[in-house]
């Protein structure tokens, strides 16, 4: 590889060719502070906060280090006392329009504009003037915009058009610009799919979840009223982020512990019911295969995924598998099966749900998610609101002791925890088919091939002598790619795809703890955080679904005509709608 030699604040340090001056700062352990920079994204030098200055043989000027590439020689000055004063003003007009509500704001202590504004000791503007104010946008049940709070960084462009969706960019010109949709529609009038990536690179409280946590705490108040949750896979794997643990710590036993002091009167495993599509799944593929239905199929646990598929690719839905997500068939579940035996009336329960995934919000509200009359589930909320509510409570989460999920919906296997990461869902669904179609309890589980964190996988995979081929793909553009590929005539060959709408699967949700933009950039969220799903599955004893106890319970008492039998019909499998990308 071609090294440089430059000096930076006078230290020598040897970088690749072709390095930009924040990429070599960041070789020689220093960080240059950045707002609209995220790398390989949104690489546009727009917002000035990233300025320093260099000399190449003229003299030092401002440059732009996110852009600006290295030359032999380089002098680079990153905290000068012109540098300093250049950030300080760049502040100081981003304040000038900025609503300063940092006392009550969801973002504060953890919003990048904040931290600057700190370090570098800028309160109040002196450019204060004309301030152009705008509504909030609360039409999604999954997202608010403020752009009161927008500091046109344009991050939440660049993710939304990386989703291959695209449904929001800058309108207007010089002091009235603004980041919205066009035409000023409201986001809910768009093919948003509600997929929240642009709620984690968002550095303020501009674009921030629906918070839905004033409904639990009232249904936690409300004595005619049984308030259960359940925790999605990937939750255990983040929650700690909130509360300063190293990324990629589970924390599975003091969540529960933290969610019975919220005062739940149970608390189940999200994961009993990732067991239960996979088995449900499965069975649904071997019908397909048998009787000649739809293939390949694709799975449809990310309800992202789905409302991608409904608005860019509705003539392509009998690809999608009819079960519900596991969300939703642990909600049915408990207001079936375990309403029953607990002798409590569905209607008084209220199912709560925490999740990766701001397109949860959203799925709740479909129709077709209502296997006793009521809602599956009632309010679904992101691992922030979760976090936030661990605080509100004066819970020292840290400390906690670790506890056990309630059983029996709180029972899974190591083929459920990995629902979290991309290649998951994949992985499961193998484990059971391998064990299926060979008749075998088969001890090698691993299907190495499916895992990582690419966009775009593929796998042949020999099951009893017969070669299946698979793919396995996260994130819109991803989809879009696998279903081109389906719209030529499926040239790959493949008979089963897993398809999640977030990069990395929901590790990387759109609801995951937001860690600051000079992290995303230097560390691998995706793959620490499914490092700790995997080895928690390596620890357990099951690792397949159908060997699943509560799988077995379930299908021996309640739905007793057997996998895709009526019963499990009507309350685990839902249909889809297409849809139109704009009511014209
Ligand atoms: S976005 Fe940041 S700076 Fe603005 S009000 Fe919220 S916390 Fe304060
Ligand atoms: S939620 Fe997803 S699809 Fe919707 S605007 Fe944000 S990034 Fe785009
Ligand atoms: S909404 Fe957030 S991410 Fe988007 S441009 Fe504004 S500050 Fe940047």
């Known amino acids: 590889m071609d090294m440089i030699n430059v000096k930076i604040n006078g230290i020598a340090v040897s970088v690749p060719k072709g390095s930009t001056v924040l990429e070599a700062a960041r070789i020689a352990g220093m960080e240059i502070p950045t707002l609209c920079f995220m790398k390989e994204k949104n690489e546009i030098g727009a917002?000035?906060?990233?300025?320093?200055?260099?000399?190449?043989?003229?003299?030092?000027?401002?440059?732009?280090?996110?852009?600006?590439?290295?030359?032999?020689?380089?002098?680079v000055l990153t905290n000068s006392e012109k540098v300093q004063k250049s950030r300080k003003t760049t502040l100081e007009?981003?304040?000038s329009t900025h609503d300063k509500s940092c006392l009550s704001c969801v973002r504060s202590t953890n919003c990048e504009l904040q931290k600057l504004c700190r370090d570098y000791g800028v309160e109040f503007s002196a450019f204060d003037g004309f301030k152009p104010t705008y509504e909030l946008d609360t039409s999604t049940p999954h997202l608010v915009r403020d752009n009161n709070k927008c500091v046109l960084c344009r991050r939440c462009v660049a993710v939304c058009r990386e989703q291959y969706v695209s449904v929001i960019g800058a309108n207007d010109r010089g002091i009235d610009t603004n980041i919205g949709q066009a035409f000023n529609l409201k986001l809910n009038e768009t093919p948003c799919i509600s997929c929240g990536q642009c709620t984690?690179?968002?550095?303020?409280?501009?674009?921030?979840?629906?918070?839905?946590?004033?409904?639990?705490?009232?249904?936690?108040a409300d004595p005619t009223k049984t308030v259960v949750v359940q925790t999605a896979p990937s939750v255990r794997a983040t929650l700690g982020e909130c509360f300063g643990m190293p990324i990629g710590t589970n924390v599975e036993g003091k969540m529960v512990s933290a969610l019975r002091r919220l005062g739940f009167a149970k608390v189940f495993d999200t994961d009993f019911s990732a067991d239960l599509t996979i088995v449900?799944?499965?069975?649904?593929?071997v019908q397909r295969l048998n009787n000649g239905g739809t293939l390949p199929m694709i799975t449809s646990c990310s309800p992202g995924w789905v409302k991608f598929c409904e608005f860019y690719y509705p003539d392509m839905l009998a690809h999608l598998s009819t079960c519900k997500s596991p969300q939703q068939m642990a909600g049915a579940v408990i207001k079936t099966y375990w309403a029953e035996k607990a002798g409590i009336d569905p209607k008084d329960i209220v199912s709560v749900s925490v999740m990766p995934c701001t397109a949860k919000k959203f799925e709740i509200g479909r129709p077709d998610q209502s296997a006793a009359g009521v809602p599956d589930v009632d309010i679904a909320i992101t691992t922030r609101e979760l976090g936030r509510m661990i605080d509100r409570a004066g819970i020292n989460f840290t400390t906690l002791p670790d506890e056990e999920f309630d059983n029996p919906l709180g029972e899974d296997t190591g083929a459920a925890v990995i629902f979290g990461a991309t290649g998951g869902v994949m992985e499961a669904a193998l484990r059971t088919a391998n064990d299926w179609l060979t008749g075998k309890d088969n001890t090698d589980v691993d299907f190495e091939a499916v895992r990582g964190t690419m966009g775009l996988k593929q796998a042949?995979?020999?099951?009893?002598g017969a070669d299946i081929k698979v793919a396995v793909a996260s994130s819109g553009s991803a989809a879009k790619v696998v279903m081109d590929r389906l719209k030529a005539g499926n040239p790959?060959?493949?008979?089963?795809?897993?398809?999640m709408g977030c990069p990395g699967g929901c590790v990387n949700g759109g609801g995951q703890p937001?860690?600051?933009?000079?992290?995303?950039?230097?560390?691998?969220?995706?793959a620490v955080r499914a490092k700790?799903?995997?080895?928690?599955?390596?620890?357990m004893a099951l690792r397949k679904s159908h060997d699943s106890p509560v799988i077995k319970t379930l299908y021996s008492e309640w739905y007793t005509d057997g996998f895709g039998g009526h019963k499990a019909h009507h309350d685990l499998h839902t249909s889809y709608i297409p849809r139109k990308k704009y009511n014209a």
């Not at 984690?200 to 936690?220: F, N």
């Not at 449900?280 to 593929?285: D, G, I, M, V």
């Not at 042949?460 to 009893?464: A, D, F, Q, Y």
């Open 514 to 526: 937001i860690q600051p933009q000079s992290v995303r950039d230097t560390v691998d969220l995706k």
């Open 532 to 539: 700790a799903l995997y080895d928690q599955d390596k620890s």
């Open 280 to 285: 449900e799944e499965a069975n649904e593929l």
């Open 47 to 75: 917002c000035r906060i990233c300025v320093v200055e260099v000399n190449e043989g003229r003299g030092f000027r401002l440059v732009t280090a996110c852009v600006y590439p290295v030359s032999e020689g380089m002098e």
């Open 200 to 220: 984690a690179v968002c550095p303020t409280g501009a674009l921030t979840e629906k918070d839905d946590t004033d409904k639990i705490w009232a249904a936690l």
């Open 460 to 464: 042949t995979v020999n099951i009893n």
């Open 93 to 95: 007009l981003i304040l």
């Open 492 to 499: 790959d060959g493949w008979t089963f795809i897993e398809i």
